[in-house]
């Protein structure tokens, strides 16, 4: 089957749009982030960014909960109870725990 360089008449080329490139164009769904190059040049792809990113992220979630956990009310008032149990000889105290 012999290919054809000539466009068929429905195809009007004068209509065509000529879509911008760089960061002034149009984004269709997508965010684009630019990477410095020492940044790029450690990552193979996008999917590698965006999984060292969520890594990243859920160690902020963690370490956010544990901030608020150490300044909270309630969680003070029960650390402050279970020393005043083991204080009264009432539990048991981690080290005496056999796994």
């Known amino acids: 089957m012999e290919m054809s360089d000539e466009l ?3 195809y009007d080329l004068r209509r065509l749009r000529v879509r911008k ?8 769904g997508e965010t684009i982030i630019h990477l410095e190059a ?8 996008s999917e ?13 979630q ?3 909960f544990d901030d608020w956990l150490e300044g909270d009310p ?9 020393r ?3 204080r009264a000889g009432r539990g048991v105290k981690l080290e ?3 796994l």
Request: charged share 30%; proline share 4%.
């Open 48 to 60: 590698s960014v965006n999984e060292a990113l969520r890594f990243l992220i859920k160690i902020a």
């Open 96 to 98: 005496d725990v056999e």
């Open 62 to 64: 963690e370490n956010q």
């Open 21 to 28: 490139v760089g960061p002034g164009r149009k984004s269709f």
């Open 84 to 86: 005043e149990s083991l």
């Open 74 to 82: 309630r969680f003070l008032r029960r650390i402050q109870s279970a």
């Open 8 to 10: 068929r008449a429905e």
């Open 38 to 45: 020492d940044v790029a040049e450690m990552f193979p792809n």
